[in-house]
């Protein structure tokens, strides 16, 4: 069976920038996409489809954490953020906005391959190692690996961003255990936590406001430890 390319849009208005990841994406087999603003991006999706968009939060016009809330109300598309050096509150931001993941400048194309590769791999994969389970259930609501979906007790699908559902997997398959976030880095990301503890709070937040239906109450408890733990419940389907 003949795999289709998998494209990426490369939204950049530094030219030398937008040229170096586009070159290096195109010699390791993706299709690429690149524009200068929102306007440009909005031109591009509407014609053409996207598998993850690479996304600068400096641009002229219309910013980049604004796109990326406005794409991300729309659509599931992976986004992986581009910052400046130590601006890690606009890293935050694009993360509570809704992006997968982010890489600070300068960086090394090779890790910004390997980090597109990593939610492109998220975003295909639906089961459970190790487990013929493709869907789950807890409290009413399901699980559905192969899909990637997540269905409320009403039934309505929950959209959720690659990351999100890569972390309400890995709670789901160890409901009941106390997790760290350095553990949930690693089942998620597949990479050391380090500094990007806070990541994984930003995403436990948008989570909770997800799943969460009776105030002051939530499926997922903070652990004084520094950790998290899935309450529900969680069954085979």
């Known amino acids: 069976m003949t795999q289709t ?12 920038t937008r040229d170096l990841i586009a070159r290096y994406l195109r010699e390791h087999s993706l299709s690429v996409g690149a524009v200068t603003n929102g306007k440009e991006m909005d031109r591009y999706l509407s014609q053409n489809r996207v598998d993850l968009i690479v996304l600068d939060l400096m641009l002229p016009g219309e910013d980049g954490l604004s796109l990326c809330r406005r794409l991300r109300a729309g659509s599931s598309t992976p986004i992986i953020i581009l910052t400046a050096k130590g601006e890690d509150l606009d890293r935050i931001l ?42 789950l259930t807890f409290q009413g609501w399901i699980v559905d690996l192969r899909m990637r979906e997540l269905r409320d007790p009403e039934g309505a699908q929950v959209p959720l961003t690659s990351a999100e559902f890569d972390l309400l997997q890995a709670f789901c398959e160890r ?25 994984i709070d930003v995403l436990v937040s948008r989570l909770r406001r997800k799943l969460d239906r009776a105030e002051g109450s939530s499926v997922i408890r903070t652990v004084r430890t520094g950790g998290y733990i899935f309450t529900p419940v969680v069954k085979e389907a």
Do not use: H
Not at 114 to 131: D, E, F, K
Not at 177 to 183: A, C, G, H, K, P
């Open 175 to 199: 409901a009941g255990r106390i997790l760290t976030r350095d553990s949930l880095l690693n089942m998620t990301r597949g990479r050391p936590g380090g500094g990007f503890g806070r990541s």
């Open 5 to 16: 390319t998998q494209t990426v849009l490369i939204v950049e208005d530094d030219q030398q």
């Open 94 to 135: 694009g993360l509570e906005m809704g992006a997968d993941d982010y890489l600070p400048k300068p960086f090394n194309p090779r890790e910004l391959l390997a980090r597109i590769n990593a939610v492109l791999r998220r975003q295909s994969s639906g089961l459970v190692a190790g487990s013929a389970a493709t869907r």
